[in-house]
């Protein structure tokens, strides 16, 4: 993976990078790229936390675990993001590009618009269509094009051309999170359990995360995303991948080991815990990965 060019927040920048919790960004990589974050709330039996500050993956994955009933996450308040948008505009900065999770599965989105129409500082606000690694690819990608000197709106321009190209796969490595949600019945549950059948999801081109396909065992999960990147690299060109995982560490160390035997070249964009929002919706052992194509070149025009 190329390295970022590691700056401060607010130096000598033309524009600053938002972004939500949900992009699931440690804060190195936040201050390595100069991203800053507007946290998302998890609530967890009546107690509040603020994503990734006062709770992290991995602990939510215990208290979910414990949980009478299932976790639920809340947008930030349009005050908070104008809080965040004011500050950044003090600090020199003239413009703003705020990416977010896909808006059918969170109002985060709608509070940084309402923030960004009432702020002096110019606002673009973005739908990633995405989130998790998918997210954080987009966000990457504005944050390297920014320190390579590119505008605002060559940026802006930019992300729009490779957002469709910019995918999130995601497979349940158990069912108890959709039994209790009610995406599956007691009865798919059990006959999908008995056969070790593992659902996969992305999302579509209007940001809604759906049933794309299904494995035998975790084994079979991986193979079928070792056939997607040699598919997409066929088409598209090389990719930049960044793994994600619910307590599924080893579930990412199998999928690179298996993309290295296949021959299948690709960018390592770094590997993270799932958040709070898709960890709730699919549970623990989940594994996945965003890919996005190194460039848009002649096969994605």
Known sequence: MPKPVNRQKGSDMSFAIVTDSIADLSAEECAQYGIDVVQLTVEVDGESYKDQIDISSEEFYDKMLAAKELPKSSQPSPAE?????????TEGNTGVIAMHLAAPLSGTIESSRLAASQVDIPVTVIDSLNACSGEALL???????????????????????????????????????????????????????LLDIKPMMSFDENGVLRAIDKAKGMNGVIKKYVEKLQQLTEEEGIQRV????????????????????????????????????VSTHLGLKALGMGTMPDSLGTKNA
């Open 81 to 89: 993001f104008i809080d965040t948008y004011e500050r950044l505009s």
């Open 139 to 193: 966000v990457i990608q504005a944050s390297r094009m920014r320190d390579e000197g590119a505008s605002l709106e060559e940026t802006v321009g930019y992300l729009e051309r490779i957002r469709p190209f910019t995918r999130f796969f995601i497979a349940c490595g158990t069912l108890d999170n959709l039994l209790k949600n009610g995406r599956l019945s007691p009865e798919e549950v059990d006959t999908a359990t």
């Open 242 to 277: 960044r793994f994600c995982h619910s307590r599924n560490l080893k579930g990412v160390e199998k999928l690179k080991k298996a993309l290295l035997e296949a021959g299948v070249e690709y960018l390592d964009y770094g590997t993270c815990s799932c958040g709070a929002t």
